[in-house]
């Protein structure tokens, strides 16, 4: 299966931007769907966003449509989150995470990264 690893997480103001980045190892990360999921202190994981095997495919959560991108490289084994307007509520812990054969819509991670922090200040 493959191995997951973040990056681009950070510190920003309110309003600003960042584009996170998901590096997969293997020979197979054209098979999976790919998913993006945070979690803030005290609370539980939850679903951010998600994008088909070949990309036409994506998906989002309310709190991040229209704010947030999900998109992906399969040449480079790469899933992007670019994230737009940010706020202090999107402050988390970011997760990549994939699912063999998977469908955006209704994503299930099977693999984990170990996450990026996004902090967002007012």
């Keep these: 299966q493959v191995q997951l690893v973040e ?3 950070g510190l920003v103001q309110a309003g600003g931007s960042l ?3 998901c590096a997969a190892s293997g020979r197979t990360f054209s098979t999976y769907a790919m998913g993006w999921f945070r979690q803030a202190p005290g609370k539980e994981r939850d679903f951010v966003a998600a994008i088909s095997i070949n990309g036409p495919d994506t998906y ?3 709190s991040v449509k229209g704010r947030f991108t ?3 490289d399969n040449a480079k084994n790469t899933v992007y989150l670019q994230m737009n307007s940010l706020k202090p509520e999107d402050t988390a812990v970011y997760f990549c995470a994939a699912e063999r054969f998977g469908i955006a819509t209704r994503f299930r991670a099977e693999v984990w990264g170990q996450g990026t922090r996004v902090t ?3």
């Design 60 to 62: 989002y959560a309310d």
């Design 19 to 21: 584009r996170l980045s």
């Design 70 to 72: 999900i998109s992906r």
């Design 120 to 122: 967002v200040s007012s």
């Design 7 to 9: 990056s681009g997480g």
